[in-house]
């Protein structure tokens, strides 16, 4: 167990639908970031938010678009749904040296 | 940020030793070399990070050789559930905003056989 939870586990959608995945990081870590896992691929970064700012972006286009809470939980926004979009959502939260990672969000576009 | 090669896939056999290389040959001076473990449909598991010589912990040793230009992860005795991928990271975590801006390759995929 990391502490980091996301929700929902699973998700089902239509493509051009929109999507919010959720993220709720760590105690006292301020820093939450998101990735992308294609099936067979490692991670690719989206994006990270620091104390509710964005702080840096990965090669996403503007239809990822993120939150970060005053209590430093976090939400990934995905807009016009495209079949490649299918994949698994990791949220990860830091302080220090690591980045705890949530189970992740397995999104299904049809 | 400096690119890593690792070997697609491994085998190895529970109680032998395993050691992972990872070639990182334009590895920058204030680059920190960090091994995460993925096991399927979870997220990356932080194992350990090394900047230079040997670094050990309750789960892996991580060696650096004196050029930096690779590292080795070693895990000793494996076990089945030492089953999953391995991913070897350089990075500055001051340069790129600390250590939640990690750069994954395709990393190592590691079978443990009865």
């Known amino acids: 167990e990391t502490g980091v939870t996301q929700s929902p586990t699973h998700l089902i959608k239509t493509r051009g639908q929109q999507v919010t995945l959720r993220c709720s990081s760590q105690s006292g870590h301020n820093t939450v970031s998101w990735y992308q896992q294609a099936l067979g691929q490692g991670p690719q970064f989206i994006f990270q938010?620091?104390?509710?700012?964005?702080?840096g972006r990965g090669n996403f286009p503007p239809r990822f678009s993120g939150l970060q809470f005053p209590n430093y939980s976090s939400e990934l926004n995905v807009n016009a749904l495209e079949l490649d979009d299918s994949a698994l959502y990791l949220c990860?939260?830091?302080?220090?040296?690591?980045?705890?990672f949530g189970q992740g969000t397995r999104l299904t576009v049809v | 940020l400096a690119k890593t090669t690792q070997p697609i896939s491994m085998d190895s056999y529970e109680g032998q030793e395993v050691n992972i290389t990872c070639s990182h040959n334009n590895i920058a001076t204030n680059d920190y070399i960090t091994w995460y473990q993925q096991f399927p449909s979870q997220g990356p598991r932080f194992i350990i990070q090394?900047?230079?010589t040997k670094v050990t912990n309750e789960v892996a040793s991580l060696f650096i050789p004196a050029d930096r230009k690779s590292s080795t992860l070693s895990l000793p005795r494996v076990s089945l559930s030492d089953t999953a991928v391995y991913y070897c990271?350089?990075?500055?975590?001051?340069?790129?905003?600390?250590?939640?801006?990690?750069?994954f390759g395709a990393g190592t995929r590691l079978a443990v056989h009865p």
């Open positions: 938010y620091y104390r509710e700012e964005e702080n």
């Open positions: 990271l350089v990075g500055d975590p001051l340069l790129s905003g600390g250590y939640n801006k990690l750069i």
């Open positions: 090394g900047y230079k």
């Open positions: 990860a939260s830091s302080l220090g040296v690591e980045a705890f």
